[in-house]
């Protein structure tokens, strides 16, 4: 079975014994996640400029800064993806 079916399967037996309105909770928290969280992080990982078209007055940031932010982006970026211990 692949991975995906498992996820799907693990999810259904999760809101399965949920209340109707519970479970209406629920997708109105998924839909969220999907709309304001999953493409805001699609946003963040592709063109930095695309990210500030959505800023306003910084579309008329000088190149040299966008290069900066971009850079700030990547390893921000980077660092998430690396688990971090203090044990």
């Known amino acids: 079975m692949t991975t995906r079916l498992r996820y799907e399967e693990d ?4 809101v399965r014994d949920l209340s109707e ?13 999907k709309e ?3 493409k805001r992080e699609e946003a963040v990982r592709g063109n ?6 959505l800023a306003g007055t910084w579309r008329d940031i000088p190149e040299v800064q966008l ?5 700030i982006l990547k390893e921000r970026e980077s660092f998430s993806k690396d688990r971090v211990s203090f044990a």
């Open 11 to 14: 999810l259904l037996k999760e």
């Open 21 to 33: 309105s519970d479970l209406l909770k629920v997708i109105k928290a998924i839909h969220f996640f």
């Open 36 to 38: 304001e969280i999953f």
């Open 48 to 53: 930095p400029a695309d990210i500030l078209e």
């Open 67 to 71: 290069d900066i932010f971009a850079g």
